[in-house]
T-cell receptor, first 114, second 110 residues
Framework: DQQVKQNSPSLSVQEGRISILNCDYT??????FLWYKKYPAEGPTFLIS?????DKNEDGRFTVFLNKSAKHLSLHIVPSQPGDSAVYFC?????????????FGKGTLLTVNP | GEEVAQTPKHLVRGEGQKAKLYCAPI?????VFWYQQVLKNEFKFLIS????????ETGMPKERFSAKCLPNSPCSLEIQATKLEDSAVYFC????????FGPGTRLTVL
């Protein structure tokens, strides 16, 4: 059973517009959430995270929103740039992100068209 | 250094052969994780270490997979008698606050 779900395998947006990537989770013990960006032949790189005590976290062009009651989070990228084209993985962890493992979704391929 | 290093970058093995992958975590990070990514899909958790101690091995196929993290040595993931389905990219991550991932080792079993 998949505990972290990214239901959109791909997303295409125009440069300058907003990209919204979605993620749902089923495990109510998850309390720390992260987004990773991955280019081909590279490891995932950390983008932004959010703790369950917050409902929003912002870092430059990237904002993550958390809706605990819906067990849903989303990543907003504004404005989108061609360099943002990559696979984005949502990940979740228990116990405030201590030494526990990350559970990943299957990823969403974002293509930003010039 | 400030990067997780993984070697080799690529590894090709015939079915039934042994494969050994290495990971050097970031200095000072106490936690090391191994993940398997098959066909560019989700990352499957294999095992985690706290220093040289196994912390969580719930994802390890116990019969052929083993892993170690010994002091003053890179961590290793070993697959005895590889099978075709072991073909994947294996990522190592270390944690000291945030999780940092290495570039991965692509294992191809022919």
């Amino acid at each position: 059973d998949q505990q972290v779900k990214q239901n959109s395998p791909s997303l295409s947006v125009q440069e300058g517009r907003i990209s919204i990537l979605n993620c749902d989770y089923t495990n109510s013990m998850f309390d720390y959430f992260l987004w990773y960006k991955k280019y081909p032949a590279e490891g995932p790189t950390f983008l932004i995270s959010i703790s369950s005590i917050k409902d929003k976290n912002e870092d430059g062009r990237f904002t993550v929103f958390l809706n605990k009651s819906a067990k849903h989070l989303s990543l907003h990228i504004v404005p989108s740039q061609p360099g943002d084209s990559a696979v984005y993985f949502c990940a979740a962890s228990e116990s405030g992100g201590s030494n526990y493992k990350l559970t990943f979704g299957k990823g969403t391929l974002l293509t930003v068209n010039p | 250094g400030e990067e997780v290093a993984q070697t080799p970058k690529h590894l090709v093995r015939g079915e039934g052969q042994k494969a050994k992958l290495y990971c050097a975590p970031i200095k000072g990070h106490s936690y090391v994780f191994w993940y398997q990514q098959v066909l560019k899909n989700e990352f499957k958790f294999l095992i985690s270490f706290q220093n040289e101690n196994v912390f969580d091995e719930t994802g390890m196929p116990k019969e052929r997979f083993s892993a170690k993290c010994l002091p003053n040595s890179p961590c290793s993931l070993e697959i005895q008698a590889t099978k075709l389905e072991d073909s994947a990219v294996y990522f190592c991550a270390s944690r000291g606050g945030r999780w940092f991932f290495g570039p991965g080792t692509r294992l191809t079993v022919l």
